[in-house]
């Protein structure tokens, strides 16, 4: 498999759910991030790992927690989220992260639905 | 902060040429991209430009930045139904993307 993969394609989960959001890439990157997209508004950038180290957090909630076992995979794990962290949750990798230029490749994201 | 604009809409007919506008703020931009996004599915990289370069040609796709006046678009030749989508403009800001809201374009017969 290629690219950049993400698991659940679907996730619908109530409020007092944990659950995992996971991707994976192949391209031989170092650097992973986690994107928020809503409805009409612009993506947001939630958390970027490079070699497996967090170098930025965008103020995210924390019934948000990243975690990067290794420079292929990252994961994200919620709990209690509310109904307006509902969203498409796009995963991205790129060579570094930093550099002019890492173009950043993303998964297919995960459509989060919060009951 | 640095901000990236665009159109919300455009509608154009099968076969017509398309242009997605987008604008934005940041003086310093290395790399600006373009995205697509098709319904249910993740971006995907379609072009990308050097901020020395002021065109540049893919197959049917042609980039254009005046760098002066901080505008890039997006020109789609001989624009097919395929080509319904939402299109991204990307600013890269240091070590980040900056994104644009999208224009979804849509194809009509």
């Known amino acids: 498999e290629t690219g950049v993969t993400q698991t659940p394609r679907h996730l619908v989960m109530g409020m007092t759910n944990k659950k995992s959001l996971k991707c994976e890439q192949h391209l031989g990157h170092n650097a992973m991030y986690w994107y928020k997209q809503s409805a009409k508004k612009p993506l947001e950038l939630m958390f970027v790992y490079s070699l497996e180290e967090r170098v930025e957090n965008n103020s995210v909630p924390s019934r948000f927690s990243p975690e990067c076992p290794n420079s292929s995979h990252l994961f994200l794990h919620l709990h209690t989220l509310q109904p307006e962290d509902s969203a498409l949750y796009l995963c991205a990798s790129s060579q570094s992260s930093g550099g002019a230029t890492d173009t950043q490749y993303f998964g297919p994201g995960t459509r989060l639905t919060v009951l | 902060g640095e901000d990236v604009e665009q159109s919300l809409f455009l509608s154009v007919r099968e076969g017509d040429s398309s242009v997605i506008n987008c604008t934005y703020t940041?003086?310093?931009?290395?790399?600006l991209y373009w995205y697509k996004q098709e319904p249910g599915a993740g971006l995907q990289l379609l072009t990308y430009i050097f901020s020395n370069m002021d065109m540049k040609q893919d197959q049917r796709l042609t980039v254009l930045l005046n760098k002066k006046d901080k505008h890039l678009s997006l020109r789609i030749a001989d624009t097919q139904t395929g080509d319904s989508a939402i299109y991204f403009c990307a600013d890269h800001n240091t070590d980040k993307l900056i994104f644009g809201t999208g224009t979804r374009l849509q194809v009509f017969p």
């Open positions: 940041d003086s310093s931009s290395t790399y």
